[in-house]
């Protein structure tokens, strides 16, 4: 079974200034990872994901993340925050051997204060 | 953009009543999932549905839930005798065929059990 430990439960942070929001995986198998937003009163958006190959993946409004096999995590990052990108944001995985069912860490709300 | 929608946003139900939420995939999409959401908590993998049948289930899923497709387009969720503590969000999710697409989510519907 694998399982998804996102390390901060709430990050404040000034607009314009770089974001980094933790994400560690674990799984006795390849996995794929992906960043979900959830805006208030809204569903879950698809931020980016890995699948395979570079290691370092582009998603929309800005956001990257990168996969590191050695250290399990899949951090996301934004060289500049919006007012706009206050959220919820889930890290999530599945492996291709669990009929895809996703795993969620427990979230991180992302605060960006004027 | 093709979206999931689910119908009611919020739904108000006396417990031990049955209750169904309703889910309209993405039309060429082939996987369906439902999770939940309780307050606070982590989102939860309920269900994964392929080719007309229950492909996963957690433990969570037990003999009050049950999901069905009735048709060409609508996937359904249904709680035969709610308790107090199926009060959460419920989410529906789609996916097309290869196990490494994101699956798609709605916006959620609200389930509250007094």
């Known amino acids: 079974a694998q399982s998804v430990t996102q390390l901060d439960s709430q990050v404040p942070v000034f607009e314009e200034a770089p974001v980094e929001l933790r994400c560690n995986y674990s799984s006795s198998v390849s996995v794929y990872l992906f960043w979900y937003v959830q805006y208030p009163n809204q569903g879950l958006q698809l931020l980016l994901k890995y699948l395979s190959g570079s290691t370092l993946v582009k998603g929309i409004n800005g956001f990257e993340a990168e996969f590191n096999k050695s250290q399990t995590s899949f951090h996301l990052r934004k060289p500049s925050v919006h007012i706009s990108d206050t959220a919820e944001y889930f890290c999530?995985?599945?492996?291709?051997?669990?009929?895809?069912?996703?795993?969620f860490g427990s979230g991180t709300q992302l605060t960006v204060l004027p | 953009e093709p979206e999931v929608t689910q119908t009611p946003s919020h739904q108000v139900t006396q417990m031990g009543q049955e209750v169904i939420l309703r889910c309209v995939p993405i039309s060429n999409h082939l996987y369906f999932y439902w999770y939940r959401q309780i307050l606070g908590q982590k989102v939860e993998f309920l269900v994964s549905f392929y080719n007309n049948e229950i492909s996963e289930k957690s433990e969570i899923f037990d003999d009050q839930f049950s999901v069905e497709r009735p048709d060409g387009s609508n996937f359904t969720l249904k709680i035969r005798s709610t308790k107090l503590e199926d009060s959460a969000m419920y989410f529906c999710a789609s996916a097309r065929l290869n196990s490494n697409q994101p699956q798609h989510f709605g916006d959620g519907t609200r389930l509250s059990i007094l």
């Open positions: 999530a995985v599945t492996t291709s051997g669990s009929a895809r069912q996703l795993t």
